[in-house]
């Protein structure tokens, strides 16, 4: 008000406003409006600095999917390769969940954790093979070169963030928070059990605080 007028006369009421309007606004909603619209609008925003007093007592297993929703999201491949079939039934699988930032965890026949590929990295890399025959081979872990078929190594996460099933839910909430990672892997003796979204883990928070 000062650069814009010259005066002083005006900033003394000016600041009385924004602090009383501060204040009021504090006591009827401690929660910024940010905060707020992020929450009404779906978006996986976490406020790390505001976890539920209770955070310490749960721990990651508790958000493994069940099985038949593992079942959908797991993709077993032998030395990394499937077919380009099989690849479209489990985004058309994605995509009847209703979700967009889902995803495939792959594991080997043993059930070790190769890697994890995003539901819009797996969209458009299908979308660059529209046309081709499905049962062309993809390879996932790379190793291509001279053979017949698709490398689609470069669109998977060969070094997704993985904790053990027992993790404190406190430092799962500090990855999420701190390292703004989408996607967590839940493993147990280096086999892939779970995967949890940074969705679902911000309405687990959120059944917390209202539980």
Request: aromatic share 8%; proline share 5%; charged share 25%.
């Amino acid at each position: 008000m000062f650069e814009l007028t010259g005066e002083l006369d005006y900033m003394v009421p000016h600041m009385i406003a924004i602090l009383t309007s501060k204040w009021v606004g504090d006591y009827l909603q401690p929660h910024s409006v940010y905060s707020l619209s992020q929450a009404l609008l779906g978006h996986p925003f976490y406020d790390y600095n505001e976890p539920p007093k209770t955070l310490f007592t749960h721990t990651l297993a508790e958000l493994i999917p069940p099985p038949h929703t593992m079942k959908q999201i797991t993709l077993v491949t032998s030395n990394g390769r499937t077919t380009l079939a099989v690849l479209r039934d489990r985004l058309a699988l994605l995509h009847r969940r209703g979700l967009t930032d889902a995803g495939l965890m792959l594991v080997s026949t043993e059930r070790w954790l190769r890697g994890y590929i995003t539901q819009t990295e797996l969209e458009y890399a299908l979308g660059r093979l529209e046309g081709v025959d499905g049962e062309m081979e993809c390879f996932l872990e790379g190793g291509a070169e001279g053979r017949s078929g698709e490398d689609l190594s470069v669109f998977v996460d060969r070094t997704p963030i993985m904790l053990g099933k027992d993790t404190p839910m406190e430092v799962v909430a500090e990855v999420f928070g701190k390292v703004g990672c989408r996607y967590v892997c839940i493993v147990e003796d280096g086999k892939g059990v779970g995967v949890v979204i940074k969705k679902r883990f911000l309405m687990f928070m959120e059944e917390m605080v209202e539980g």
